[in-house]
């Protein structure tokens, strides 16, 4: 890189270890941006790999003036070679990528830096979209805010963010380069608490996140509850320094404690642990319950935050061990039948106590999440079914999308229902469209529009009648 180039838009930072069957994609989404070549470049730090990613790396570099390497030992962690990158770039913004990620489209670093010299934002959010068996919800995308709500903000806490080179110098915020878990939410929460604006842009697929299942991603690793929890304090540590409003920052730390620190109360991770790793898991969560979890901060909670909690401070492991395990009821779905408007699901539970009080189905219209329909199973001799009302399953002027979920019972979190494995649907008619589907993601949903009129409704009713005489 030459002192006296004038300095590029934007530098993108990778880096890069082992990343030899990606870099190609990932290089080639970069090369396709639709910012000019001299307006951008791409610092790859090769962290010590030990396959062919460096070699790959410098032939790209010697085709293309814009692409820089570095080449480094292996440092074991990805902060240290982010911030050797960082340290190396010239432009106005940096952008952190991933070698096994791609840019979602041609404009997505044009669009992203475009949206930041308008706003005069310090660090911009771009929707990013999973790809692969990769789960990354999208709920936050829904609308661009020019000034984010800063505890949607805390929900991404990965590093593919457009940043103001400026801002985090003058801040110095770099990434911890010892090995800990969540280092990029350390750096992510010290940024977005100085940014003088941090900012959501949706409406564009700016990068796609990848699953590639024979990548060795430090994610799949097993995390020492002691360095798990830790990086969580300090992150809830520079929320209670940093963040101005308190009520803001009660729930900034009520969303990372519940997703991170709580974390293990879901998908049978306790069952699946032996107890040595459960007591750590205890003993830590305790740690951070009488550090941060103050009075005022339990009352912000979700009675499921608080059920959680609560068997935290009581501190019996086989409690906590119940909890996990009444969570996992899951329902089968099998058809579904629909008679005076009436649409009722039948199936099969799984995982659940026999002789109990049966689970609830919740019903939560997709964009109106803060409202629910719940309705108990019934037992029937071939399983379990419910009866979901017509009120439920409301038509408006535009298709509404309701999702299912099952609720285990009081102060246990809601779970997808899921539909049957091939693609699924199936449609009732009355004054109603009722669409019974199956998500790409493999859930059971509905779409509700308005159905046949009246008139038309008891032209039906007669032909039945005739074809039946």
């Known amino acids: 890189m030459k002192n006296n180039e004038p300095s590029p838009r934007v530098s993108v930072v990778a880096p890069v270890y082992n990343a030899a069957p990606f870099l190609d994609a990932f290089v080639k989404s ?137 801002f985090l110098a003058e801040n110095g915020i770099r990434f911890p380069e010892e090995k800990v878990r969540l280092e990029d939410g350390q750096f ?39 360095n798990y929890i830790g990086s969580v304090a300090v992150m809830s540590e520079n929320v209670e320094k940093l963040c101005a409003d308190a009520d803001t920052g009660d729930r900034i730390i009520n969303e990372i404690y519940f997703r991170k620190v709580l974390s293990n109360f879901t998908n049978s991770r306790l069952a699946n642990h032996p107890l040595e790793r459960r007591l750590r898991w205890l003993e830590n969560q305790q740690k951070f319950v009488e550090r941060f979890i103050t009075d005022d901060r339990y009352s912000k909670m979700t009675d499921v935050a608080q059920r959680r909690t609560d068997l935290v401070r009581a501190g019996d492991p086989g409690a906590i061990l119940a909890y996990a ?68 399953l409301r038509a408006k002027a535009s298709t509404r999308y309701y999702d299912f979920f099952v609720r285990p019972g009081e102060g246990q979190q809601d779970r997808r229902v899921k539909g049957p494995k091939k693609q699924f649907r199936q449609i009732f008619t009355d004054d109603r469209q009722v669409e019974i589907y199956t998500t790409k993601r493999g859930n059971l949903s509905a779409a509700v529009t308005k159905g046949l009129s009246a008139a038309d409704r008891m032209k039906r009713r007669v032909k039945r009648v005739l074809k039946l005489n």
């Open 325 to 392: 395990k009444e969570g996992q009821v899951d329902f089968q779905f099998e058809e579904a039948t629909s008679v005076g408007g009436v649409l009722t699901l039948y199936g099969t539970l799984t995982g659940w106590p026999d002789g109990d009080d049966l689970p609830q189905l919740v019903i939560v219209e997709r964009d109106v999440p803060t409202e629910s329909t719940r309705v108990h199973f019934v037992a029937t001799a071939q399983g379990v079914k419910v009866d979901i009302p017509k009120t439920a």
């Open 188 to 226: 992510l929460s010290e940024a977005y608490l100085k940014a003088r604006r941090v900012s959501i842009l949706t409406g564009y697929n700016f990068y796609f996140i990848i699953d590639h299942p024979q990548q060795d991603h430090l994610s799949r690793k097993v995390p020492d509850p002691s």
């Open 30 to 166: 970069f090369l396709t941006q639709t910012l000019p070549s001299g307006t951008i470049e791409l610092i790859a730090v090769d962290d010590g790999s030990l396959d062919s990613s460096g070699e790959i790396l410098d032939e790209y570099a010697r085709q293309h003036e814009n692409i820089h390497v570095i080449h480094q030992e292996n440092a074991g962690w990805p902060g240290k070679p982010r911030n050797v990158g960082l340290a190396a770039a010239r432009g106005t913004y940096v952008f952190f990528a991933d070698p096994d990620d791609e840019f979602g489209g041609p404009e997505a670093l044009e669009r992203l830096a475009d949206f930041a010299d308008e706003h005069d934002s310090d660090v911009v959010i771009p929707k990013m979209v999973p790809k692969g068996n990769r789960l990354y919800a999208q709920w936050r995308y829904k609308t661009t805010q020019i000034d984010a709500d800063l505890v949607t903000a805390f929900t991404t806490l990965t590093p593919q963010k457009l940043f103001r080179r400026e």
